[in-house]
Nanobody, 123 residues
């Protein structure tokens, strides 16, 4: 499956952004989708994931209550709505797909990755 992320940008603290990730090539609803992020000098970290049907959603504690993950299987797209952004949210954000039936938030469990989109939050 091929993934194309978009929607990043520069925003002031407290602002909002909506990331999108368009998928192609395989049956989208068969894949668990995740959002990850990587800040300079840090390891890639889990942000949120959503099951193929959309019924199972998990968030990292750092974004819980501020970010919302969703998907539209008819449009082969997964979204990440980010509100109340903080400078600490600054990173390159990646969408990823996993065909592993076992739910996981580990990057190694995701076999397909988009190219990343930069999110910069200024104070």
């Amino acid at each position: 499956v091929q993934l194309q992320a978009s929607g990043g940008g520069l925003v002031q603290a407290g602002g909002s952004l909506r990331l999108s990730c368009a998928a192609s090539g395989r049956t989208f609803s068969n894949y668990r989708m995740g959002w990850f992020r990587q800040a300079p000098g840090k390891e890639r970290e889990f942000v949120a994931r959503i099951s193929g049907s959309g019924s199972g959603i998990v968030y990292a504690d750092s974004v819980k209550g501020r970010f919302t993950i969703s998907r539209d299987n008819a449009k082969n797209t997964v979204y990440l709505e980010m509100n109340s952004l903080r400078p600490g949210d600054t990173a390159v954000y990646y969408c990823a797909a996993s065909g592993n039936p076992r739910p996981s938030s580990a990057p190694a469990e995701y076999g397909y990755w988009g190219q990343g989109t930069q999110v910069t939050v200024s104070s």
